[in-house]
């Protein structure tokens, strides 16, 4: 009852959110309010739990204790779940490459019986998506792509105010669309010239080192052994005018800016909102692509779809997304 009466001035007695993002080496939780307050949030780990029923045991176990804290399981409307290859028909993630749990599991039925409360599920991008348009800066807008820029590259669409989920629940993989034919290995999927083998952080890294080796321009980042070169190391150099660090962002741009332009042409969406750490590079990224989208568009679409980073803040950006579902549950 003490922990329940301290935590009284903070919140008021309307029903709460529970947010859970799954990724492969954390998951993050948190309880939601409808105005997008992270009232309690923390994390376990993925990997560590080769076991589902294991992690969902672990899981319960830390999110029961912030469940009591903000005032029982009586105040929670329900759970939503943010997930990759989550299913939203099925409840089930199925064959998820980065999660230690193969086939497919029937994540949202396991969560739903531990905890007893209503569950769904989605892909994690698609959780965005929903986030960005309940809390964000999709907030008026019925039509949008939201593009998650991290590992990988995710991605949500928004048409007439519906997230398009196709008629199996996976719609909406852009990141795997094929921009260069036969182009760069994705080892992942198998497959050749994916935008998620371009424009991921993992991306910037694998042009970094092909520009390395290509070229004899010097450069800071010679100084750094390949094992240790990230994105975040190619931006840094670009912020100290590194010419081949600068180049690498132009071509990072120009890849995904002509994706962009097909994803425009597909739904004529108000606005592209990129979301993750490469959105951190600022101008550096967004403008070549705003260039490279705006050249490959075709006259009627030119210059009417604004590319926008997200306004969620990014620690809480996954359990808000997760948690918006809930809020989209039928009673």
């Known amino acids: ?80 779940v943010g997930a990759p290859n989550g299913n939203y028909y099925t409840g ?24 007893q409360l209503p569950t769904v599920l989605t892909n994690d991008a698609n959780a965005a998506a929903i986030g960005e348009m309940m809390y ?50 994705h080892p992942g999927t198998g497959k050749y010239g994916s935008l998620e083998s371009y424009a991921s952080a993992t991306g910037v890294t694998a042009t970094a080192l092909e ?30 005018n590194d010419k081949l660090a600068k180049e690498i962002f132009d071509f990072t741009g120009k890849i995904l800016g002509m994706a962009l332009a097909n994803f425009v042409m597909f739904s004529s969406p108000e606005a592209i909102i990129l979301f993750g750490g490469l959105t951190k590079s600022g101008e550096l990224i967004l403008k070549p692509t705003r260039e490279h989208m705006e050249k490959n568009l075709i006259q009627v679409f030119q210059n009417k779809v604004k590319i926008l980073v997200s306004h969620l803040k990014e620690s809480d950006a996954a359990i808000l997304g997760a948690s918006a579902l809930v809020w989209e549950m039928k009673d």
Request: charged share 25%.
């Open 211 to 240: 520009m390395l080796e290509n070229s004899e321009e010097d450069s800071l980042l010679r100084k750094i052994p390949k094992s240790k070169l990230d994105s975040k190391k190619v931006y840094e150099a670009a912020i100290e």
């Open 92 to 115: 089930t993630v199925e064959y998820a490459p980065n999660l230690p749990w193969k086939g497919i599991i029937p994540l949202a039925k396991l969560i739903q019986n531990k905890f």
């Open 1 to 80: 009852m003490s922990k329940a009466k301290k935590s009284a001035p903070s919140v008021s007695m309307d029903p709460l959110a529970i947010g859970i993002d799954i990724g492969g080496t954390g998951t993050k939780f948190g309880i939601v309010d409808r105005n997008g307050n992270v009232l309690f949030s923390s994390e376990i780990s993925t990997r560590g739990h080769g076991e589902v029923e294991n992690y969902i045991d672990e899981l319960h176990k830390q999110l029961y204790t912030l469940v009591e804290k903000a005032g029982g399981s009586g105040r929670m409307r329900g759970i939503g």
């Open 136 to 185: 964000g800066a999709a907030k008026s807008m019925k039509d949008f792509i939201m593009i998650t820029l991290g590992t990988g590259v995710g991605s949500g669409i928004v048409a007439n105010g519906n997230l398009i989920l196709g008629h199996d629940g996976f719609a909406g993989e852009l990141g795997h669309t094929i921009i260069i034919p036969n182009g760069r290995h």
